[in-house]
């Protein structure tokens, strides 16, 4: 019997937070006929429209169908969503009889309105982290992780996280090889771990009007150094407390973390643009010796640079294969 997935939406919903993981499970099932079959909800059947204009049809919410697995979608329009009761009531309901539950985005407010985040670890789009934490304290939210798996609650970060969240699922259900496969087909990377930091939060910092974008942009070009707190807040013009809770504020991350997820993701940029030997790249980036960079990595992906090197040798292997595919007559 196929999986019944269950994707909720709503109106001004971010169209990839549904549309990514929709495609995953269709190319799943195009590999494993039967695999899944796919319906999506809305509070008021018909089509939902998207943040970009583009509808999708929906069906009306009935939570006695037993779904498999039951997703909430994220978008401009959530907090509207998450003050519905019609939503809640659903979700509450429908999760009590689904196998596992799951959102993408933003969607983690959906699921934090219920309760169903109390007590559990969860991540959400890093720009909206202060506003959830603040929202729902009960969670314990990671807020630089691609997606969280709690007991049979699923939560993803901003947007594509969600084809990520997708194709563990089906690696979970299916296995490995076959959500490999699925990955090639779509010509992503199989597959980012759900530990692995939400780097576009500092590329979004970067940004010169970003409050702490020259600061970025300058701890960037300065790995080599110590970058401390008292550097950074002298760098900024600002004392070392204040400095510590108005970037934490701002980013969701403390200094010392941040400058962690810089080095880390100039070491993971060389790591897979080249050969240069990874004891020479822990010092060009600032972690002084192999050793530091292994643990930073291991906190950061769940595995140490030697793994990810090769994961991306056999990764940009397949991509040419992919999307050779990808051009025939079962393309995506």
Request: aromatic share 6%.
């Amino acid at each position: 019997m196929a999986r019944l997935v269950g994707l909720l939406i709503f109106p001004d919903f971010q169209i990839l937070d549904a549309a990514g993981p929709i495609a995953a499970f269709e190319i799943a099932s195009r590999f494993a006929p039967g695999a899944y079959a796919l319906e999506i909800l809305a509070a008021q059947a018909g089509l939902v429209r998207s943040s970009s204009g583009v509808a999708m049809a929906a069906s009306a919410l009935d939570p006695e169908v037993r779904f498999d697995t039951l997703m909430a979608a994220g978008g401009a329009g959530v907090g509207a969503a998450a003050a519905d009761s019609r939503n809640l009531a659903f979700l509450t309901a429908a999760a009590g009889r689904a196998r596992r539950v799951a959102s993408v985005c933003s969607g983690a407010f959906l699921l934090a309105a219920t309760g169903l985040l109390d007590g559990r670890r969860a991540t959400t789009h890093w720009a909206r982290s202060v506003e959830f934490t603040r929202r729902f304290p009960s969670a314990r939210l990671e807020a630089d992780r691609i997606f969280v798996k709690d007991g049979p609650v699923w939560t993803s970060a901003g947007i594509s996280a969600g084809v990520d969240l997708a194709l563990a699922m089906i690696g979970e259900d299916l296995g490995d090889d076959l959500a490999r496969r699925v990955a090639q087909q779509m010509v992503v990377y199989h597959r980012r771990p759900g530990g692995q930091s939400q780097f576009s939060a500092l590329l979004e910092l970067d940004r010169p009007d970003a409050r702490f974008g020259p600061l970025v942009s300058w701890a960037r070009d300065h790995l080599e150094e110590p970058l401390d707190v008292e550097q950074l807040a002298d760098k900024a013009a600002m004392s070392p407390r204040h400095f510590a809770r108005a970037f934490a504020a701002e980013t969701g991350v403390t200094p010392a973390k941040a400058v962690e997820r810089l080095r880390v993701e100039a070491a993971r940029e060389r790591l897979e643009g080249g050969i240069e030997p990874i004891e020479a790249i822990a010092v060009r980036v600032g972690f002084g010796d192999a050793e530091r960079m292994r643990r930073a990595f291991v906190r950061t992906f769940g595995q140490p640079p030697q793994a990810l090197r090769r994961a991306a040798g056999q990764a940009q292997a397949s991509l040419p294969r992919a999307g050779l595919r990808a051009s025939g007559g079962t393309a995506a």
